[in-house]
């Protein structure tokens, strides 16, 4: 059990027992955890807040201006109903096109779809409730999201075995993906292929998704049943020469009947729309009742936990796919700000002055980067750089932190380095 749940388990035991015996098991694995959303709050009032997973302007949240001006666009009828479990009809259509627009290789007969889900945390959820029982292994990258521990351990009791993505020197590797899956021994296996990767911002070139996908159809060949759980959130913020489609496409034109390719996207990151809500789930199968059968389940799921999504926040998605004309140059004019941002931000983190405070991870994409410190603790870094210089970063373990540049000035990027060094040179006299 997490120490965090055990600490609130003693706590409300000391507090009201009779409570603390009403805790289900589920209630007693659960806690909140010190991860990004803590630190984050605690550097909400510094000047510069690199710690969150959205994108700034000086002065205001970066979004589209026909995405905010949408909602004098819609019909009481576009507000005001349920919509259904698996979300509005032609929004579902619509973000399928947009799928096949964006990935060339992706045939609309080997997928379901898109179900709507509250976002891509939601759909993760339901991946688990669907997929995952106490004890079955999850694959993560020892890079990972933090969420995933407590969606798929705390709530399901899987067993995580992590794997390294990084070398000593700082630089992308499958090496250690390759040796994972050529020695796994279960018959049942959950990976989650989270790129552009949070907390790295690291997409694969073609070539190592090659890599990536014949391990995959390797371990699937010797009889594991392989669920491959793409988790899309950053997709489209490329900045350099990657693979731009989905790892979803490559992995469901193996046509393997035991790897289940899962996507996770949705407007969050891609529209700039983070309080919306709007996430999909989509699954690579080919087989008509297959997809009926999955269809319904998920539904299923969705009806018995928050019954269906907002009505608002789909028909703004759905009216702007529907609109595209200044919408997708809106985006595009986002996506190049943060472009700006990331190669000031590369220029600076490799520069030679910086070498004994720090080595930067690989990064090409999405709103971070990580840096392994030199040195000293990043939590007592965070906490120096909040109270003495009012920046925000994200302590990641024992050695790392992340950067958000996605939500500082490009002018301000190198004061805000410059600065963390000058904090890590006083933490290491």
């Known amino acids: 059990m997490n120490p965090l749940a055990l600490d609130l388990n003693e706590k409300l035991s000391k507090s009201n027992p009779e409570i603390a015996d009403m805790l289900s098991d589920l209630g007693k694995l659960m806690y909140y955890p010190k991860g990004i959303l803590s630190q984050s709050a605690e550097a909400k009032s510094t000047k510069y807040n690199a710690t969150i997973g959205m994108a700034t302007y000086k002065d205001s949240k970066m979004y589209a201006n026909t995405l905010n001006d949408v909602f004098t666009e819609l019909t009481p009828d576009e507000i005001f109903p349920y919509t259904p479990p698996q979300g509005i009809e032609s929004l579902r259509d619509l973000w399928q096109q947009k799928m096949l627009k964006e990935n060339p290789d992706l045939d609309a007969g080997d997928m379901t779809r898109p179900i709507l889900t509250n976002a891509l945390t939601h759909g993760l959820s339901l991946v688990a409730d669907m997929f995952v029982d106490s004890g079955d292994t999850l694959l993560l990258p020892t890079h990972n999201w933090g969420n995933y521990k407590l969606v798929y351990s705390a709530r399901h009791s899987a067993d995580i075995e992590t794997y390294d993505i990084f070398d000593e020197d700082g630089h992308f590797t499958t090496d250690n993906f390759v040796d994972t899956l050529e020695n796994y021994q279960k018959d049942k296996v959950v990976l989650i292929l989270n790129y552009p990767n949070n907390p790295t911002g690291y997409t694969p070139t073609k070539e190592e998704v090659s890599t990536i996908v014949t391990a995959i159809k390797s371990l699937a060949e010797r009889g594991t049943n392989v669920i491959a759980l793409v988790d899309d959130a950053y997709y489209g913020l490329f900045y350099e020469d990657v693979y731009t489609q989905s790892l979803f496409t490559a992995l469901t034109n193996l046509h393997l009947d035991n790897v289940l390719p899962i996507r996770l996207d949705g407007a969050t990151k891609e529209f700039f729309a983070w309080g919306l809500r709007v996430g999909f789930i989509s699954f690579g199968v080919t087989n008509e009742m297959t997809k009926h059968v999955l269809e319904e389940k998920v539904k299923g799921l969705i009806r018995s936990n928050i019954s269906s999504g907002p009505m608002p926040s789909q028909s703004a998605v759905k009216y702007v796919l529907e609109h595209p004309e200044t919408f997708e140059s809106e985006i595009q004019h986002n996506i190049d700000t943060l472009q700006a941002r990331y190669e000031i931000t590369k220029s600076v983190v490799y520069d030679e002055q910086y070498a004994p405070y720090w ?25 120096r750089l909040i109270e003495t210089y009012s920046i925000g970063i994200i302590a990641l373990n024992d050695t790392d932190i992340r950067i958000a540049f996605s939500c500082v000035e490009k002018d301000d990027i190198p004061h805000v380095f410059d600065t963390i060094a000058k904090a890590i040179s006083e933490l290491q006299k």
């Open 359 to 383: 080595q930067a991870y690989d990064f090409n994409s999405g709103y971070f980067m990580a840096l392994k410190v030199h040195g000293v603790d990043p939590e007592q870094l965070r906490l």
